[in-house]
């Protein structure tokens, strides 16, 4: 649920401005138009693009939405993330770091608003839509016959089933950004991105924060010594690891909450004043009515196959509800490729894709493609470029030189098949690596590439450099010897 559907505190003048834009209380649903040439049903990032994209082609749209506009990326996901990040980093106090938080994501959801899409042409109905036949959908009273129809209903936070949790009040995602007050303390369950990205921010502000999860390492899905020095800065910002922790049951007593638990045979017990649970994601299909429409789902969301195409011809999938990918730059990009499928009969694959992703801890690890474990378990050869920061001259000049870029590229080739970055602007340095897998474009091309000087990109020209060196076989070298000391050289025959 998105913090409209929740009780809250009186809204401030920010929230109330935000509610206007993406939930506006005086909105009436319009009538439905005889029949559309598509219907799309939630308005987070993979709705909205869907819709924009149709109704910019001069499509008649349909846009549902249930909750919010925006879905979890505006109202609680990336937008109020980020900026407590950045608050967090800046040394803001937490009461004027959410107040902020507020303001900018009430300003950008102006983006997201009804009033926008309805003056883009689309039709936008708020209410829970729900699937009656492979070719309708009702929502608030009202059917929808569609000619091709795109889900685009998100996720939401996995709840565990630990004895004990349901008599207190854990906060997830979707309700940690409506905190009124710093918690002295806090424990974070979950070591994936955004419990690292909480856990350091709220140390930062000033919570007692202690970080746990089953894995025995943060970051578990990306590469080890990224998420050792990931793992570092959180000890340094005041973070307690308690990784590798098997959780049983948890209490809430005199206003704080115990984790309990084991690691091995050792039992493990943390306090906090606040739990904060990171532990995954679920697909929203309750009550979608995906059996009528003759959609076919699994544990992990609904099944699409490489065009996102449901089991149902007519209809098809985008974002946390059907992709092991879940970010919104995924969503984004899986709307662009359904919207042309469903529309002009496309046949272009989301399996295709290059997504880099990255978590936004300081420093920042960013990964797209293979890592070298990943490679390894795939039986992918690879050979490993690394080029530390120190060695990076913009690094050195800032005095930012903690992480690094590793490389790998296929075997006896320059050909990129994946990339990690660790370092504070991870996240933009690794679309480089992107740009370059995307368009088939070898490490040779981007070494080749002029660059400004000082720039952090010069990495990439470092680690061309090394590429080019190791192409220097004895044989090589031994060729090359002999035409510099040869008499016939052209340059000594003039």
Request: glycine share 10%; net charge positive.
């Amino acid at each position: 649920m998105s913090p409209l559907d929740t009780p809250a505190p009186p809204l401030d003048e920010a929230d109330r401005r935000l509610s206007d834009n993406v939930r506006p209380a005086e909105w009436r649903n319009p009538q439905p138009q005889p029949r559309y040439d598509l219907v799309v049903v939630g308005a987070g990032t993979g709705g909205l693009v869907s819709a924009a994209g149709a109704a910019g082609l001069g499509a008649r749209v349909a846009l549902v939405e249930r909750h919010a506009m925006g879905g979890d990326c505006l109202n609680v996901g990336c937008v109020p993330s980020k900026a407590l990040i950045a608050s967090a980093r800046n040394g803001m106090p937490f009461g004027e770091a959410m107040a902020r938080m507020r303001r900018l994501r009430a300003d950008l959801s102006a983006a997201d608003s009804v009033a926008r899409f309805a003056d883009l042409g689309v039709d936008v109905f708020l209410g829970h839509g729900r699937f009656i036949n492979p070719a309708e959908l009702e929502v608030a009273g009202q059917r929808l016959r569609f000619r091709r129809a795109i889900i685009a209903t998100g996720g939401r936070p996995a709840v565990p089933s630990w004895a004990g949790l349901a008599e207190g009040e854990y906060l997830t995602n979707e309700s940690v950004f409506s905190l009124a007050e710093l918690p002295r303390s806090m424990v974070i369950v979950g070591a994936g991105p955004i419990g690292c990205e909480m856990a350091q921010t709220f140390a930062r502000f000033g919570s007692r924060v202690t970080l746990m999860d089953l894995a025995p390492r943060v970051l578990p899905r990306d590469d080890p010594d990224a998420a050792e020095l990931v793992a570092r800065a959180l000890v340094a910002d005041g973070v307690t690891l308690e990784l590798g922790v098997r959780i049983e049951r948890v209490v809430t007593a005199g206003g704080e909450w115990i984790v309990r638990g084991h690691r091995d045979s050792a039992s493990v017990a943390a306090l906090g004043g606040a739990l904060l649970l990171a532990v995954g994601r679920m697909p929203n299909i309750e009550d979608l009515g995906v059996s009528a429409a003759g959609v076919d789902t699994e544990k992990t969301g609904i099944v699409v196959n490489d065009r996102l195409q449901t089991t149902n011809p007519r209809i098809f999938a985008v974002g946390d509800v059907c992709s092991r990918f879940q970010f919104t730059h995924a969503a984004d990009a899986q709307a662009r490729i359904a919207l042309g499928n469903a529309l002009f009969f496309g046949r272009r694959r989301h399996t295709r894709l290059v997504l880099p992703w990255c978590t936004y801890t300081a420093p920042e690890v960013a990964q797209v493609g293979l890592t070298a474990q990943a490679a390894a378990a795939g039986g992918v050869p690879i050979d490993t470029i690394a080029v530390p920061f120190d060695r990076v001259d913009r690094a050195v000049l800032e005095g930012s030189t903690t992480g690094f870029l590793r490389v790998h590229l296929r075997k006896g080739s320059d050909r990129i098949v994946g990339a990690t970055i660790v370092h504070a602007r991870a996240g933009e340095l690794i679309a480089e690596a992107a740009a370059a897998m995307t368009n088939r474009l070898g490490l040779a091309a981007l070494g080749g590439t002029v660059r400004p000087y000082p720039t952090l990109g010069d990495a990439y020209r470092k680690a061309a450099d090394v590429w080019n060196r190791n192409r220097l076989t004895p044989r090589v070298r031994g060729l090359l010897r002999w035409w510099f000391r040869s008499p016939h050289k052209s340059g000594d025959a003039r």
